[in-house]
């Protein structure tokens, strides 16, 4: 009969169970499931032959970081080659089948993962704490709450300059941002009319309005001292002396001081929202720079954005097909023309992008698809590339352009092999001065460390005023010095 042994991993380390009469387990499966629960029935069953602790918590996570994607790790090699004499031979049951085959690849031991063993390891998992000498249920309640802290840590790999959740949250602020400051705009025009009607005629845009109407207050008070006030907000001269000329024959309703504070607070919300939302734009476009600047240098700041929001991430958008990223964000037109057998819609969020509103009426969805196509291909280079650069998206824009030529005059495009040929062709010639200006760094640091070694009294200073190590020079000198006295 072959033995049969059952491999648990804990955060503490690993365990290795012999189990009893392996074939009668095997028939009364029911009765080992009955007996899990119970310490006694279950001791009958396995018994202990090994426990390894891991050393230390980062000994813990690479091999819980190697159980998870089913690597063997050294340490569990030694610790199978050490209790198990005769691979060949026996039976090892696991709970990751891609554990298992790594195993039986590398020390030839048959694994198994069916069966009885998914009962077993449960079993030993409940009883753990008391099936190892010197372990509590507390002690292996805190190991596992610190492995899987650590693992859950490890698994997010963080990286504060590469972070796509920014980008979401930034996009999603500034469309609200928009949607607030159109209709605080538009309240405030309705508010403001009361007094003076007239300024909106000659004021038309929200923000200026919200300005001037935050300079003007009452417009009783308006001189011809406000007028140099009034051309640095307006930014011209004939619309200050227009709005000078409206508030003397203004037909608006006199207000009251309380309403105009009102009036003029509620302006100054306005204006500042309307400040925030450029600083928030400014934010995502560096935001798009560091984590997709190919994408923003082909569709834009904000539509890349909205497609890597729509997306739920920038590795999610990588993986989407370019026919998916053409109708992203068009899901509910998608669905009722499937729906109702009718034509399915030629895009989503990239109809914002510049180039379809070039397009034709009859080129806009060939060029849809192109630079669904080309969004997909710089997605995936943002996504997978260690190195962040603009250089790809620049070529992506540039075939883009040509093709929309091409559909006007007909001139044939470059192929995308060559493209992608001279992009990579630049992107590796810019390389050497970047291995520069790391060995320059280098050579600084190696300085200041010679610098700071003879300042600390390693090095010696000879009678030159320079400086020597060991204090070779001065005993140079010494000899010198005898030899002299000798002549």
């Known amino acids: 009969m072959q033995p049969m042994y059952v491999l648990y991993e804990h955060a503490a380390g690993y365990a290795l169970f012999s189990v009893k009469e392996f074939e009668e387990v095997g028939m009364l499966l029911p009765q080992v499931e009955a007996s899990v629960t119970e310490l006694s029935r279950f001791n009958s069953i396995i018994k202990l032959v090994g426990f390894s602790p891991f050393k230390n918590a980062l000994a813990a996570l690479e091999n819980v970081n190697g159980v998870s994607e089913g690597i063997m790790h050294d340490d569990l090699k030694v610790f199978l080659q050490t209790h198990i004499m005769k691979p060949k031979k026996v039976q090892l049951g696991v709970s990751d089948p891609k554990l298992g085959a790594s195993i039986n690849e590398i020390l030839g031991i048959s694994c198994t993962h069916i069966g009885v063993v998914p009962e077993i390891i449960r079993g030993i998992r409940f009883h753990f704490h008391n099936l190892v000498k010197g372990f509590t249920g507390k002690s292996s309640g805190i190991a596992q709450l610190g492995l899987g802290h650590a693992y859950s840590r490890s698994k997010v790999k963080f990286n504060v300059n590469r972070v796509d959740n920014m980008i979401i949250q930034s996009i999603a602020l500034l469309d609200q941002l928009d949607k607030d400051v159109n209709t605080f705009s538009m309240r405030i025009r309705e508010w403001y009319s009361y007094h003076f009607p007239e300024l909106v005629k000659i004021v038309p845009e929200n923000y200026l309005y919200a300005k001037t109407a935050r300079f003007i207050k009452n417009r009783k008070d308006l001189t011809e001292e406000s007028l140099e006030g009034l051309e640095e907000i307006v930014m011209d001269s004939s619309k200050a002396q227009a709005i000078l000329d409206a508030a003397k024959m203004s037909m608006g309703m006199d207000i009251s001081p309380v309403d105009l504070l009102n009036i003029q607070t509620f302006a100054s919300r306005v204006v500042s929202l309307a400040d925030y939302r450029q600083e928030m734009a400014s934010y995502l476009r560096v935001k798009m720079e560091s984590v997709a600047p190919n994408l923003a240098c082909l569709v834009g700041d904000q539509v890349g954005a909205r497609l890597i929001s729509h997306a739920g991430s920038l590795t999610n958008l990588a993986k989407y097909p370019a026919s998916t990223v053409q109708i992203l964000g068009a899901e509910k037109a998608l669905f009722r ?51 962040p650069t603009h250089v790809f998206g620049e070529h992506l824009r540039q075939q883009v352009e040509d093709r929309l030529k091409f559909y006007d005059s007909g001139d044939i495009p470059k192929k995308n092999i060559d493209v ?50 060991n204090g070779e020079e001065p005993k140079k000198k010494k000899k010198k010095k005898k030899s002299k006295s000798e002549d």
């Open 337 to 387: 023309a499937l729906k109702t057998r009718s034509n399915t819609p030629k895009y989503g969020l990239i109809y914002h992008s510049t180039f379809i509103g070039r397009a034709s009426s009859t080129n806009k969805g060939r060029i849809s698809r192109y630079l669904a196509n080309k969004c997909s291909i710089a997605s995936r280079i943002d996504c997978f590339s260690d190195n």
């Open 420 to 469: 992608m040929k001279e992009a990579l062709q630049e992107v590796l010639e810019a390389k050497p001065s970047v291995e520069e200006v790391t060995s320059e760094k280098k050579k600084k640091k190696d300085k200041k460390r010679k610098f700071s070694e003879t300042e600390n009294g390693n090095g010696v200073t000879n009678g030159d005023g320079g400086h020597s190590l």
